[in-house]
T-cell receptor, first 109, second 113 residues
C-alpha cells in the first residue's frame, strides 16, 4: 500500500528552528513535495526534492533520503506567520501525489 | 482571472441533489486535479486529467465524475450527493503530470445534509 507518515502536531517558539519529519512508502517514487497550508486556505508549494540531499530556500530547507524513505522540512528563525499545516506528499510511479495528513505547527511568542 | 479559481466558495446541499463544482485556470496548464480534504485524512485525489480530452480516476472516484472539454476548465459533478461527500474540495493544476508543482485553487466547502 501507499503510506505517508508525519506528526500530527508540533509546537515551537518564535525565532527557533523546527524540523518536521516525513516517512513515505509508495508504489514507485518520483520525488517529494512539501506544501504549506494556512487554516481555511489553499496549499501553497514550498519545495520539491527528487535527489538525495538538502535543498535550501531562504528560511526553509528540505531534505530527502530516498534509501530510507525519509524527508524533513527545516524551518529556521520561526515567525508567527509560520503557524500553519505542513503537508508532505510523495509522487508515485504514475506521477500522482500521495499526501500525508499534515503536521499542524503552532509558533508561540 | 489570475491563476486558478473555483466556484462556489461554499454550498449547502440536500442529499440526493446534483451539484457541479467549477474550476478554471488561466495558466495554460496541461494537467488538472480534484482533491477532497477531510480532517485527519489529508488530501485525497478524486479524478485527474493529464490533458484536454482525457480524464482518469484517483484514489476516491466513486460518486464523482469529471470532464475536460478544454484546457482551462475542469468541472467536478456529484450526480446524487450523499452526506459522506461533505468535505472541502480543492482543484489544482500543473504544467504536466511529472515533477511539476501543483497550484491549488481556493477550495469549495461543501456540506451535504
Amino acid at each position: 500500500g501507499q503510506n505517508i507518515d508525519q506528526p500530527t502536531e508540533m509546537t515551537a517558539t518564535e525565532g527557533a528552528i523546527v524540523q518536521i519529519n516525513c516517512t513515505y512508502q509508495t508504489s514507485g517514487f518520483n520525488g517529494l513535495f512539501w506544501y504549506q497550508q494556512h487554516a481555511g486556505e489553499a496549499p501553497t508549494f514550498l519545495s520539491y526534492n527528487v535527489l538525495d540531499g538538502l535543498e535550501e530556500k531562504g528560511r526553509f530547507s528540505s531534505f530527502l533520503g530516498r534509501s530510507k524513505g525519509y524527508s524533513y522540512l527545516l524551518l529556521k528563525e520561526l515567525q508567527m506567520k509560520d503557524s500553519a499545516s505542513y503537508l508532505c506528499a510523495a509522487l508515485d510511479s504514475s506521477y500522482k501525489l500521495i499526501f500525508g495528513s499534515g503536521t499542524r505547527l503552532l509558533v508561540r511568542p | 482571472i489570475a491563476g486558478i479559481t473555483q466556484a462556489p466558495t461554499s454550498q449547502i446541499l440536500a442529499a440526493g441533489r446534483r451539484m457541479t463544482l467549477r474550476c478554471t485556470q488561466d495558466m495554460r496548464h496541461n494537467a488538472m486535479y480534484w482533491y477532497r480534504q477531510d480532517l485527519g485524512l489529508g488530501l485525497r485525489l478524486i479524478h485527474y486529467s493529464n490533458t484536454a480530452g482525457t480524464t482518469g480516476k484517483g484514489e476516491v472516484p466513486d460518486g464523482y465524475s469529471v470532464s475536460r472539454a478544454n484546457t482551462d476548465d475542469f468541472p467536478l459533478t456529484l450526480a446524487s450527493a450523499v452526506p459522506s461527500q461533505t468535505s472541502v474540495y480543492f482543484c489544482a493544476s500543473s504544467k504536466g503530470d511529472g515533477g511539476n508543482e501543483q497550484f491549488f485553487g481556493p477550495g469549495t466547502r461543501l456540506t451535504v445534509l
